[in-house]
C-alpha cells in the first residue's frame, strides 16, 4: 500500500541497517511491478525458515517501500514468490514489520478503507474487509509470533496478504471499474515507456 501524500524518488543510496549498525551496504530497491502484469497473479510459496537470504530480501523490500514511499509491500511485487511481506505504518518509518508466512487464524467484524496499492500507482478505491484479526507469522528472528489487532494495521496485512494469494484490491471492485483501471495503467505504461 503507497503512503498518501509525499513523492520521492532516487536510483539508490546507502542504507545502514537499523539491526547492524556497523553494517553499511550499497543497495538498490526492487522495480515495482505493475498492474496488469501477470506476474502479480502467480502464487507464492512458504518459506522453510527465515536465514540471512531471507533478511536479505526483506531488507530490500523494506527500502523498496520506503523508497516509494509505501506503508506495505509483498514479495510478489517486487517478483519474488514467496510469502514475505513487509509493513511500516509508523509516521517516522522507523517500526518495519517485517512476516514470512503470514496466516489469519481469525477475523472479525467488517471495516471499509479507501485503500491503494504500489502495483496499481495512483488509484484508490474503498475495500470492505475485517476490522479484527488474528496473524500468525515467522518474524525477522525466525520466531513464531501472533498479532491480534485493528485499525490500519489490520486492513494492511489483509492487502499484503492478498498479494501471497495473486489478488490484487482492484479485484473486490466491479468489472467496469476494473476495466477503467486496466486501461489507464496500460496507458501510463506506453507514456513512460517513450518517454
Ligand atoms: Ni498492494
Not at 553499511?24 to 497473479?41: G, W
Not at 520506503?66 to 509493513?87: C, F, M, S, T, Y
Not at 489490520?154 to 473486490?172: P, R, S
Amino acid at each position: 500500500m503507497p503512503t498518501k501524500t509525499a513523492n520521492r524518488k532516487s536510483d539508490f543510496f546507502l542504507v545502514e541497517h537499523f539491526r547492524h549498525p556497523d553494517h553499511v551496504s550499497v543497495m538498490e530497491p526492487y522495480p515495482i511491478l505493475h498492474y496488469p502484469d501477470p506476474r502479480l497473479r502467480l502464487k507464492t510459496r512458504t518459506v522453510e525458515r527465515v536465514d540471512d537470504e531471507i533478511r536479505q530480501i526483506f531488507d530490500r523490500m523494506l527500502l523498496t517501500m520506503h523508497e516509494a514511499p509505501g506503508i506495505g509491500l509483498a514479495a510478489p511485487q517486487v517478483d519474488i514468490q514467496k510469502a514475505l511481506i513487509v509493513i511500516d505504518i509508523s509516521e517516522k518509518k522507523d517500526q518495519p514489520l517485517f512476516l514470512a508466512n503470514p496466516k489469519i487464524t481469525a477475523k472479525s467484524g467488517h471495516k471499509t478503507f479507501e485503500e491503494g496499492c504500489l502495483s496499481v500507482p495512483g488509484i484508490y478505491a474503498e475495500v470492505e474487509r475485517a476490522e479484527n484479526i488474528t496473524v500468525t507469522a515467522l518474524d525477522y528472528d525466525n520466531n513464531p509470533i501472533e498479532i491480534t489487532t485493528d485499525g490500519l494495521l489490520a486492513i494492511c496485512i489483509q492487502h499484503e496478504i492478498d498479494h501471497l494469494k495473486g489478488k490484487l484490491f482492484v479485484d473486490y471492485l466491479s468489472r467496469i471499474k476494473q476495466q477503467r483501471i486496466r486501461k489507464k495503467m496500460l496507458k501510463m505504461e506506453k507514456i513512460t515507456q517513450t518517454a
